[in-house]
Structures are given as C-alpha cells and as structure tokens.
C-alpha cells in the first residue's frame, strides 16, 4: 500500500525550514527518502529503521513515529539546492512502495 | 565506482509494438529493483530480483511485462505489446542486498513515449 505525503508542494524562501511528512496505514519496518531533481534519478537521503537506527546524509534530519506509522522530514536553512521532489519510501515485508512525492522549491 | 547504467536512454515506439530494456547494477550488489514512474508520481516497483531469483513480481502486469535476470547481474525488461498508458520512465536500482538498512542507488531511466 503506498504511503501518504504531505504536503504535495511547498515553496520556500532561502534559510527558510520545512517539513514533509510521510504516513502509512500498516506498521513499517523502514522509512526511506529520496530527492529526485527534475529529469534526474533520485538520489538516496535517508533511511530510519524500527528501532531507532538512522543513515543518511549528516545535513538532512528525519524522525520516525513507530506507533503513529510516520515520518518526517526536517530541511533546515534550506539553500536552492535542495529544491527538487522529495520522495518517501515505506517497506512492508521488504517490499518498497513510495508516496506521490512532495514538490519543494527553494526561490532566492 | 561505477553507477547503475541503464539503456536506451529514450524510446519511442507506436502501440502494440514491443520494446526492452537494459541495466547494469552497480558490481556486487545482488538486488536489483525495476520501478516505473509516471509524470507526476511516485517510482512504482514493478520486481525486485535477489541474484537471479524473483523476490516480489506482484505489481508487474504480467501479460505484457516480463524480467529477467539470468546471470544475476544485468536485467532486461521487456513489454510486449506496449499501450498508451505504459508511457513513462522506468528506473533500475540495485542495492548490496535486501537489508533494510540498504539504500537503492538508481539508474539514470529510460523515459518511454508510446504513440
């Protein structure tokens, strides 16, 4: 079952700070998310497995509510390099589904 | 180190006719992933390969779409007869192995246009 994001695009201001988040109606055993540049493949962020354990990137920060089958993506002191689609991917059973995405746009 | 090659780059073929694809994972991994993604949407997975095994097929349609992965290194997949609806990029990852702590590295996608 494909996970929900939210919102499906937001616009920004450089240094400003946004959340995506990333919901499941089945109990997840990872999070994963991905930035994806326009005509680009997307590109690993992070990963947040049951349990606590985190990857990713040191600049990116993400949390995961087990109970709640959430996650959120926290982009902070955005710079125009992180505008692109943000992609969620939740594994059931090792199986990868991803969310519709979230457009973000970083303006000067 | 290499990345995932995928090829052809783009296609465009007419409905009904028949047309495949290529990728190349990056050495040593042993899972590879096919998603398509239309305009607009999230990668949909369509198989996952462990080796040359088939973990998960269930979102391929099976009638027309078929994957192989014979030597458990490259794959090809192909659609036979394309429809309209079947424009779109398809994208090929891999990843060391099925763990969940794994990243998928991708492929730069082949982008499909059927007429």
């Known amino acids: 079952q494909q996970p929900v994001q939210s919102p499906q695009a937001v616009i920004l201001r450089e240094g400003e700070d946004a959340v995506i988040n990333c919901s499941s109606s089945?109990?997840?055993?990872?999070v994963h998310w991905y930035r994806q540049k326009h005509g680009e493949a997307p590109v690993f962020l992070m990963i947040?497995?049951?349990?606590?354990e985190q990857k990713g990137h040191e600049k990116i920060s993400a949390s995961f509510n087990e109970k709640k089958q959430q996650s959120s993506l926290y982009l902070t002191a955005s710079q125009l390099s992180y505008s692109g689609t943000y992609f969620c991917?939740?594994?059931?059973?090792?199986?990868?589904?991803f969310g519709a995405g979230t457009r973000l746009t970083v303006k000067p | 180190e290499a990345g995932v090659a995928q090829s052809p780059r783009y296609k465009i073929i007419e409905k009904r006719q028949s047309v495949a694809f290529w990728c190349n994972p990056i050495?040593?991994?042993?899972?590879l992933y096919w998603y398509q993604q239309i305009l607009g949407q999230g990668p949909k997975l369509l198989i996952q390969?462990?080796?040359?095994?088939?973990?998960?097929d269930s979102q391929l349609p099976k009638d027309r779409f078929s994957a192989e992965r014979l030597k458990g290194v490259d794959s090809t997949l192909k659609i036979q007869p394309a429809k309209l609806e079947d424009s779109a990029v398809y994208l090929c990852?891999?990843?060391?192995?099925?763990?969940?702590?794994?990243?998928?590295?991708f492929g730069p996608g082949t982008r499909l246009t059927v007429l």
């Open positions: 050495s040593g991994h042993a899972t």
């Open positions: 390969f462990q080796n040359n095994g088939v973990v998960d």
């Open positions: 990852a891999s990843s060391p192995n099925r763990n969940s702590n794994n990243e998928q590295f």
């Open positions: 991917g939740t594994e059931i059973n090792n199986d990868m589904r």
């Open positions: 089945k109990a997840l055993y990872s």
């Open positions: 947040l497995l049951k349990g606590g």
